[in-house]
Nanobody
Framework: VQLQASGGGLVQAGGSLRLSCAAS????????IAWFRQIPGKEHEFVAA?????YYFNSVKGRFTISRENDKSTVYLQMNSLKPEDTAVYYC?????????????????WGQGTLVTVSS
């Protein structure tokens, strides 16, 4: 399984971005996709995940929406009302398990990061 994240960029506070995570390879077993983010010098932080339901970090609830294509090929993270504290490198991660985890070590597959910068 390969994951490719894209869609990052520079946006003003209050603006929007949509990140994409394209999956290739044996995606039929890739039931869980999550987004994490990392600020330099800090640990990866869970942002959102999708399996049958969706899961969000408290600080992004109501502002971010995770969704996926029916064929599991692509997962999106729509980010609205962006704040400077959302600035980070965003990673998508995949897991073939059955339980959604908010812990980085639970995920077997990772895409490269995409940088999101929110200016004030």
């Amino acid at each position: 399984v390969q994951l490719q994240a894209s869609g990052g960029g520079l946006v003003q506070a209050g603006g929007s971005l949509r990140l994409s995570c394209a999956a290739s390879g044996r995606t039929d077993s890739l039931d869980i996709i999550a987004w994490f983010r990392q600020i330099p010098g800090k640990e990866h932080e869970f942002v959102a995940a999708i399996r049958r339901n969706t899961y969000y970090f408290n600080s992004v609830k109501g502002r971010f929406t995770i969704s996926r294509e029916n064929d599991k090929s692509t997962v999106y993270l729509q980010m609205n009302s962006l704040k400077p504290e959302d600035t980070a490198v965003y990673y998508c991660a995949g897991d073939t398990g059955v339980s959604v985890s908010r812990v980085k070590s639970a995920y077997d597959y990772w895409g490269q990061g995409t940088l999101v910068t929110v200016s004030s």
